[in-house]
């Protein structure tokens, strides 16, 4: 068809065919509904525009116009939001409808200047799909595309205007132009300035409205008694996150409804606390229930965020919360929202000063006694941010978040606040009925003596702050004659750092006769109670063994006192200790001992010293310490190496060997032997191996895993035979018991260890066999692994290949990872052995494709991040050989890469090798569309962008096939880039308009939806 026939006949049959696919549009929308759809308008295309087009293209005279022209029939489906065109677009109706032949997205770029270049829609050729051709009214369309444009109705009016202006200018020749480039400027003008913000406003509003409609629906059905009534917490938990979302946000006076709306979600925690957990059932599975954790999660957040409505109703639903509270987790979220109602809020403090912190230490002040103890944490974690004297808050934007902080500021107010809440904790220390109870309220008790960090305050304020601790110290000399061992040795660090943070006040201070007089009066205070405490020789003791910061007397006098100093000195006290323990004072002592193992410890510092001194009373007292052996109760027990430690050294190493004998036999303190021969020196090899057999005999897990570890650890000085004759039949033995705690251990490292690099060739595949069930292989699991591929890389390759095979059993593909999806200490060992690795790897393909690129593809891309050390040119090589098997192996590492620029090379001569049709090009457009870490808004669009320039030098490749790859991914990336940029763009300014923001020319990133 020629344009004269196109005019005399064919555009009546187009815009015929333009209608009809515009019923079939309207119709699809339809029956889908909720679209906000203004109209659908068609056209045919106009002869004179047509014949401009032909004339533009040198294809005037063409006869085949319905093969070179794709729009000839047009449908534009327009609009009201932007909301309504993303769904259009993902809804799949036009995929679903008609045969698409192209997808166009027109979206300008971040750099568009020219106002041609705004132009915003969504583009498709179609044509009728077969099945709709076969029927006698569609017939006569068979072969005809129409072009489908998708757009919002803002879009529509300034494309209808830049059609009529831009697109349709006249040839100017030495006229117009300067009005021509001014028309230019205001149709950008009024796209960036003004449609493009009404668009976005258009869709917030819509957005708004929806969820006004969404929460006056709930609202309506009652949505509170909905949330209590609910018949499982799986329902509760959501009605709970829509009532959050969509109703609370719109009551007109939420204060006055503030009292009823917490009423009612404590009666639903009330009713959730009755419900057992249901599991979820889904199309894809099970979800795990929600519990009545996640329901007093769900509260909390919304009494957090209405908090200050009423601090009363809201600490009181705290305390009621609390109390139905069963576990950690439960009070995870209470406690935090006792620390946000505590803390200093800034915007708080600016309408009310400590208005918030009053009204809570007032209302903790009525609570009954008993009802104290039980809400005992709670309190504390209010307390504690009352007596703080910083104030803090955020302000945030669409882009940022800012953290403000300042001081409190000093009133009388504060004064008497600060006052009651010490008061508070004195009265909760007396009332606490636990030993942890009363550290945790004297910890908050040393938070007194806190000023603001990094910010300006008053000389009031410090003065304030010195009274109050002086108070606090005060209230020590009052109870330390009650207080444990720990507490007075706590306190006394505390008073330690108040001395020396207020002995010496900055210049200003000093001249301050108030704040001069008050720390004087401290000072004095504090060494008081230094006094007091030190005139307890069980309290110098204890504190001379137990604690790693213990304060001793040079530590008032020189505030540089360092650990190197200290430690000297704490080991000469020790030394003086030992030398005081004779025949006689034994009993003492080991009465003494007991009490202070009594002290409570989840760390190793604590009972450093007590170690110590226990080892060198055993070396140079054996018979005291014989004789303690025989009394050691559970907690003095622990400490049995160091006892052993300290005889073997002594001449009564035949007693003690006589006694571990025994010990062995019966099975008994079997785990803390091992133990001590992890340092023991002299090492005995062989007392080892009687261990290890009493261990196995009795089946002590524990002491096999410590005859392994003591193996290990004195390998390095006594590597005799220690492999063969404990260390690898303690690891068969845990190996027999699936015990993986050799490998689990926190506090010990197989990184390196000289055992693991002197194994055999056959000792490291046992050891690393032992490793195949092993869930995953990092941390100390690579360590063992990584040590072991220095000397024996090939072992450690075929340890990989049977975890592979391993995770294909049944049961283990869910919680088994065979490799890690990044490694460290095998990086080194296996970019070495580039070959081994790939001829390996090739084998793990054949037995499992689909899941290579994930597990095996990554093992190369961490170990190879740019194909380097070798790799790059073995597949090279493997590509030249031409053995067309290979391809979809290699693809399977290429895809692993993340899109590198280093893998392009490879997949250019992979696409010159495969036929045009080949489906393994989809492999290609994968390995290729692989995506890390991207940052920043416009992240994913720079990305394309990049990688459109890796690819278009290839569009001057000689290879046919090459340049027809380049065309169509070129021409796909540009549809990713437009479709990513305009999704960022939308959620910027969507961001923007939730805080409030303009949207204008000057700050609206260019582009977006209209």
């Not at 068609?42 to 005279?61: G, V």
């Not at 300008?108 to 077969?130: D, F, G, M």
């Not at 349709?168 to 796209?191: N, V, Y």
């Not at 419900?275 to 199309?283: D, E, F, N």
Request: glycine letters at 6%.
């Amino acid at each position: 068809m020629n344009l004269d026939e196109y005019e005399r006949e064919g555009r009546a049959k187009y815009a015929a065919f333009a209608d009809t696919v515009s019923s079939i549009l309207a119709a699809a929308v339809g029956a889908e509904g909720g679209y906000r759809l203004q109209q659908i308008k068609t056209r045919a295309k106009h002869p004179s525009s047509l014949r401009q087009k032909l004339r533009n293209r040198n294809i005037e005279a063409s006869s085949t116009i319905e093969c070179d022209i794709k729009d000839l029939a047009g449908c534009r489906a327009i609009f009201y939001t932007n909301t309504d065109v993303a769904r259009m677009i993902s809804s799949g109706i036009i995929h679903q409808n008609f045969e698409v032949d192209e997808v166009k997205i027109h979206h300008p770029s971040r750099t568009a200047e020219e106002a041609a270049q705004l132009y915003i829609s969504n583009h498709y050729i179609v044509k009728l799909k077969p099945e709709r051709l076969a029927l006698a009214e569609y017939a006569q369309f068979s072969g005809m595309r129409c072009e489908i444009q998708i757009q919002t109705i803002l879009n529509h009016a300034w494309a209808e205007m830049a059609h009529d202006t831009i697109y349709k200018a006249p040839q100017l020749d030495r006229f117009g132009s300067a009005a021509f480039a001014g028309i230019e400027k205001r149709m950008q003008k009024i796209a960036r300035k003004y449609l493009l913000p009404a668009g976005y406003e258009f869709q917030s509003v819509a957005i708004d409205f929806q969820r006004l409609l969404d929460g006056k629906a709930l609202f309506d059905r009652d949505a509170l008694e909905e949330i209590v009534g609910a018949e499982g917490n799986n329902v509760r938990a959501e009605l709970l996150e829509k009532f959050s979302e969509v109703v609370l946000p719109n009551y007109d006076n939420i204060q006055a409804e503030y009292t009823e709306i917490v009423r009612k979600l404590i009666a639903a925690a009330e009713n959730a606390r009755t419900k057992q957990p249901v599991t979820i059932q889904t199309p894809y599975g099970q979800i795990p229930p929600k519990t009545y954790a996640d329901i007093t999660e769900a509260i909390a957040e919304i009494l957090t965020q209405y908090r200050y409505f009423d601090i009363s109703v809201t600490f009181e639903a705290l305390c009621i919360l609390y109390g139905l509270s069963n576990n950690e987790e439960e009070r995870k979220p209470l406690i935090k929202l006792a620390e946000t109602l505590g803390k200093h809020n800034i915007n708080a403090w600016r309408q009310a000063g400590p208005i918030v912190q009053m009204m809570l230490t007032d209302r903790i002040e009525v609570l009954p006694a008993e009802e104290r103890v039980n809400l005992l944490p709670l309190l504390i974690t209010v307390l504690n941010e009352v007596l703080g004297t910083e104030v803090s808050g955020t302000s945030n934007s669409s882009s940022a978040i800012t953290i403000h902080r300042g001081s409190v500021i000093f009133s009388e107010a504060l004064q008497d606040m600060r006052s009651k809440a010490i008061g508070l904790l004195k009265t909760l220390f007396h009332g606490s009925d636990s030993e942890e109870n009363r550290a945790t309220v004297l910890r908050t008790l040393h938070a007194v003596d806190h000023l603001p960090n990094g910010t300006e305050y008053s000389n009031e304020l410090t003065q304030l702050v010195l009274e109050n601790t002086k108070s606090v110290v005060e209230f020590l000399s009052e109870i330390s004659p009650a207080l444990s061992l720990e507490l007075k040795r706590t306190s006394e660090v505390w008073i330690n750092q108040c001395f020396w943070r207020f002995a010496d006040l900055p210049g200003p201070m000093q001249n301050d006769s108030g704040i001069a007089s008050s720390a004087t009066n401290l000072i004095e205070t504090i060494q008081t109670l230094r006094d007091t405490l030190n005139s307890d020789h069980d309290f110098i003791t204890y504190k001379t063994l137990v604690g790693f910061d213990s304060v001793f007397p040079p530590a008032w006098d020189n505030h540089e006192f360092e650990y190197t100093e200290q430690h000297a000195y704490r080991n000469n006290l020790i030394d003086e200790l030992v030398a005081e323990v004779s025949e006689a004072k034994a009993g003492d002592w080991f009465e003494k001992l007991g009490r202070y193992a009594l002290t409570k410890s989840d760390d190793l510092a604590t009972f450093q010293y007590f170690g110590s001194f226990i080892d060198k009373l055993a070396a140079t007292k054996p018979s005291i310490a014989l004789s303690y052996i025989e009394r050691l109760d559970e907690n003095l027990t622990r400490f049995l190496p160091g006892i052993l430690s300290g005889i073997m050294s002594s001449g009564a190493r035949p007693q003690a060997i006589e006694k571990i004998c025994l010990w062995l036999e019966a099975g008994s303190h079997v785990h803390l032997i091992a133990w001590y021969l992890r340092f023991a020196d002299p090492f005995d090899e062989t007392l080892l191996i009687e261990v290890l057999n009493s261990a196995i005999t009795h089946s002590d897990k524990n002491a096999v895993y410590n005859v392994l570890i003591a193996a290990a650890d004195q390998f390095g000085k006594h590597p005799g035979t220690l492999i063969e004759t404990a260390f690898l039949p303690a690891l068969r033995y845990l190996h027999a018991e699936d015990d993986f705690t050799w490998i689990k251990a926190r506090l010990f490292s197989w990184l390196d260890k000289p055992i693991l690099r002197a194994l055999s060739e056959a000792q490291a595949i046992e050891v690393l066999d032992a490793l195949v069930p092993y869930q995953r292989l990092e941390h100390n699991a690579e360590y063992v692994a990584g040590t072991i591929a220095k000397k024996w890389p090939r072992a450690v390759v075929d340890f990989i290949g049977k975890r592979l095979e391993f995770s294909r059993s049944p049961g283990n593909r869910l919680a088994y990872s065979p490799i890690p999806y990044s490694v460290h200490q095998l990086r080194d060992p296996f970019a070495a052995i580039p070959g081994i690795l790939l001829e390996s790897a090739r084998t793990w393909y054949s037995s499992d494709p689909q899941s290579f690129p994930y597990q095996c593809g990554r093992l190369f891309a961490s170990v190879f991040p740019d194909l380097s050390h070798g790799l790059d040119g073995l597949l090279e090589a493997m590509l030249s050989g031409g053995n067309a098997q290979d391809i979809p192996f290699l693809l399977a590492i290429l895809q692993a890469f993340d899109g590198r620029p280093c893998i392009y090379p490879h997949i250019r001569r992979i696409v010159a090798i495969l036929e045009a049709q080949s489906p393994l090009l989809g492999n290609v457009k994968s390995a290729l569309d692989q995506t890390g870490m991207v940052t920043g808004e416009f992240g994913s669009s720079d990305l394309h962008t990049q990688r459109q320039e890796l690819v278009r030098e290839w569009l001057a490749d000689g290879n046919d096939n090459v340049r027809q790859f380049a065309e169509n991914y070129i021409r796909r990336l540009d549809l990713m880039i437009s479709a990513e940029t305009r999704s960022a763009e939308e959620r910027i300014a969507q961001r923007r308009l939730e805080y409030g923001e303009e949207l204008d020319i000057e700050d609206e990133p260019s582009g977006g939806e209209i």
